[in-house]
């Protein structure tokens, strides 16, 4: 896979575009089928009170923006960092550097909203005393985890399997550098750690508390990225403050805002979500 996308990234984007809807699009969405049923279900819980031409827009949407998504993913492989400080630019950074030094490090909470695999270009522009690591669960394509990874690594930052973020954390917290730890909070929790629920969209749903236990245990200030995508392929990440004192914070109050920011970030463009993973297994309509 990832000599497939090498020999592709040497593709203008905009050729890489023409080849997502004119090929992808139609071969995903109407040959494929691609987890058609999953998106349709997850829409259905998301938005029930929607008529279903506007939900059918919305899956219409959310195809043509996948096919997009993978010709950037691609893309990214050999973007220069001169075109990635155009396609995605970052808000609030001061405020991270300064949160970050303060405390001996930071955690950012994120969805899979918009083109998550450019994100770890917040690394590249950021102060060069911050250490950014993206947290990951290993994927069961092997060929496709280490071409994610390769791909992550290019754009900066390190990259923690979930499994080892705790022996990591109390490891780099001992060199006195600002780490910050990259979470993609929004992934469904596993099957035995469902006790935390809370109401997303209009549904009852059980969330993963990894970053806000981590952040109580570490006294790490807690931030959002939420992203917006003014134009195709370009991105903008406002980076917004959770809490700077998580020791004193109730348990699951982290967790409570996380999914609240998310939740706006998705209804202000629900197509730009990930709506093909099983976010929804475990999750009752409210």
């Not at 690594?153 to 990259?159: E, L, S, V």
């Not at 993963?208 to 952040?215: K, P, Q, R």
């Not at 109730?250 to 805002?257: A, F, L, N, P, Q």
């Amino acid at each position: 896979m990832l000599t497939l996308i090498k020999i592709l990234s040497l593709l203008p984007l905009s050729v890489l575009y023409a080849i997502a809807q004119g090929l992808l699009y139609p071969l995903i969405y109407y040959v494929v089928r691609y987890r058609r049923k999953m998106v349709r279900h997850n829409l259905r819980l998301a938005f029930p009170d929607k008529p279903d031409n506007e939900r059918q827009l919305i899956e219409k949407q959310f195809y043509h923006w996948f096919a997009d998504l993978l010709a950037e993913i691609v893309h990214g492989y050999r973007a220069t960092d001169e075109e990635m400080r155009e396609r995605i630019q970052y808000s609030g950074l001061d405020e991270l550097t300064k949160a970050a030094r303060q405390h001996g490090g930071a955690m950012l909470m994120i969805g899979h909203i918009g083109c998550w695999e450019w994100y770890a270009e917040i690394a590249k522009q950021s102060a060069t005393d911050l250490k950014f690591h993206y947290i990951y669960r290993r994927l069961k394509s092997e060929s496709a985890d280490k071409a994610m990874l390769e791909l992550r690594k290019k754009r900066g930052g390190d990259c923690i399997e979930k499994n080892l973020l705790l022996r990591r954390m109390v490891s780099y917290r001992k060199d006195h550098l600002p780490h910050i730890y990259c979470m993609l909070s929004d992934q469904k929790p596993s099957a035995q750690d469902l006790d935390y629920r809370l109401p997303f969209l209009n549904t009852d749903s059980p969330f993963i508390t990894g970053t806000d236990t981590l952040a109580r245990k570490f006294g790490y200030p807690v931030f959002y990225i939420d992203y917006t995508m003014p134009s195709r392929g370009h991105y903008i990440g406002r980076l917004k403050l959770i809490t700077d004192a998580p020791e004193i914070t109730d348990v699951g109050s982290i967790t409570r805002e996380y999914a609240k920011l998310l939740e706006q970030t998705i209804l202000r463009t629900p197509h730009i979500w990930l709506w093909t993973h099983n976010r929804f297994k475990y999750s009752k309509p409210l």
